[in-house]
C-alpha cells in the first residue's frame, strides 16, 4: 500500500495510528460482534459521532437510536413520530443531532438528544431533503451542514442562525469534502464540485456521466485528503473518480439490484477512514470489500475482492465505517457491530 501513497498522504497516515492497523487484510477479517434487533422497519441512515465513541441511527419505524461504540449496548431510543425522521447526523455541538423531516413539512430539526428538546428548525427546503451531512474540518462550513432537497436545491447552514447561509440549484445529493471547503453536488448529469464559499458561481470541475448513465443516487468523499470522491449509481455499481483532475479511475461492481434514486441512497456503501478499502451492503445481507489501490491500478469494472464473514437476514441499507476504531456498522431491520 505505501508504494501507492502520496508524500503528503503518508505524512497524514504516520499521524493517525489506526490508519496503520487498516490493510485490507485487516479489514477483510472483520466479524460481526453484536447485533440488535431494535427496529421494526428498516433501517435509512447512520452516523457516527466525530470521536466514534456514538453511532445514530434512523429508520422507517421514526426512531431514533443511539448506540455506545466502546461498549457494544444501546443508549438511547427516541421517537419522532409527528414528523417522521431521516439522515440524523452528529454535528460539532455535543449532545445535538440534526435530522430530516420526513412528513408535515421539509424542515431540518435541530434536536438535543440529552434533553430531547429541539433547539433550533432550520427551514428553507420545499421539497423532501434527500441528503444531510455535517462537515468534518471547518474550513468555509465553520462546522455547519450541507443539505439537498429532490427538487435540486443545495443549503448550507450555520447551526446558529436558523435561515441557510447559502442556497443554490444544482443537485439532490450533497456531501462536504475532507477540508470543508468544496461541497460535491450529484444531479442528473453527474457530479459537480463548488467552492463553499460562493457557490452561486456554480460548479469549477464536473464530473461527468456517460451519454445515458443517469446520475448517481450518493456520493461520498474518499478520506484523509478527499483527492477521489465515490458515486454510487442506481444500479449498485460505485464508481471511484479522481477529484483533482476529474478522471473517473475505476468502477466497483455492485449486486445489480435497483437501488432508490429518490431520496438517501447510497447509505449502503462506505470507505475505511484511511480511504483504502471500500464496503457495501448486498440484496442478500452480505457485506462485500473492495482493495482501492488495486481496484485503482486493475481499472474498468472491478469485482469485490471478497465478502466479510457474516450477514443480514434482509439487504444491507447502511454501512459506515467508525472514524476512530477498527469497527464498521451495518444495518437492515436489524443493526450489526463488526470488529476484528
Not at 434512523?58 to 443511539?66: G, I, K, M, P
Request: net charge neutral.
Amino acid at each position: 500500500m505505501a508504494a501507492d501513497y502520496s508524500t503528503e498522504t503518508l505524512e497524514y497516515l504516520r499521524r493517525e495510528p489506526l490508519f496503520s492497523a487498516l490493510t485490507p487484510g485487516a479489514v477483510s477479517s472483520l466479524r460481526m460482534a453484536k447485533q440488535f434487533s431494535d427496529n421494526k422497519s428498516s433501517v435509512h441512515s447512520l452516523d457516527y459521532s466525530p470521536d466514534g465513541s456514538l453511532c445514530i441511527t434512523t429508520s422507517t419505524d421514526e426512531s431514533l437510536r443511539l448506540y455506545d461504540c466502546a461498549s457494544g449496548t444501546r443508549r438511547q431510543t427516541l421517537y419522532s413520530k409527528k414528523y417522521g425522521c431521516h439522515l440524523a447526523q452528529f454535528t460539532k455541538d455535543s449532545g445535538c443531532v440534526a435530522y430530516a423531516s420526513t412528513k408535515v413539512d421539509d424542515t431540518i430539526r435541530y434536536l438535543s438528544y440529552e434533553t430531547n428538546q429541539y433547539l433550533r428548525y432550520f427551514v428553507g427546503h420545499k421539497a423532501r431533503v434527500c441528503s444531510l451531512q455535517r462537515a468534518e474540518a471547518e474550513g468555509a462550513a465553520k462546522g455547519g451542514v450541507v443539505s439537498a432537497d429532490k427538487d435540486g436545491w443545495v443549503c448550507l447552514w450555520d447551526l446558529g442562525v436558523p435561515a441557510a447561509v447559502a442556497r443554490v440549484k444544482e443537485g439532490c445529493v450533497a456531501a462536504w469534502d475532507p477540508s470543508g471547503m468544496v461541497v460535491g453536488v450529484a444531479g442528473s448529469s453527474g457530479v459537480g464540485l463548488l467552492d463553499a464559499r460562493e457557490m452561486s458561481r456554480g460548479p469549477f470541475l464536473r464530473l461527468a456521466m456517460q451519454p445515458g448513465q443517469a446520475g448517481p443516487v450518493g456520493i461520498r468523499w474518499v478520506p484523509p485528503l478527499g483527492d477521489h470522491l465515490l458515486a454510487m449509481l442506481a444500479d449498485g455499481s460505485t464508481q471511484l473518480w479522481d477529484a483533482r483532475e476529474g478522471v473517473l479511475r475505476t468502477t466497483l461492481a455492485g449486486d445489480k439490484r435497483k437501488l432508490d434514486s429518490g431520496c438517501g441512497g447510497g447509505q449502503d456503501t462506505t470507505v475505511t477512514p484511511d480511504g483504502s478499502v471500500v464496503l457495501g451492503g448486498r440484496a442478500d445481507g452480505s457485506v462485500a470489500y473492495w482493495d482501492v489501490a488495486r481496484a485503482m491500478r486493475k481499472g474498468g469494472v472491478v469485482a469485490a475482492d471478497g465478502l466479510l464473514n457474516g450477514s443480514h437476514s434482509g439487504p444491507v441499507s447502511v454501512c459506515a465505517f467508525n472514524p476512530a476504531f477498527m469497527e464498521c456498522v451495518t444495518a437492515s431491520t436489524s443493526l450489526s457491530l463488526w470488529t476484528v
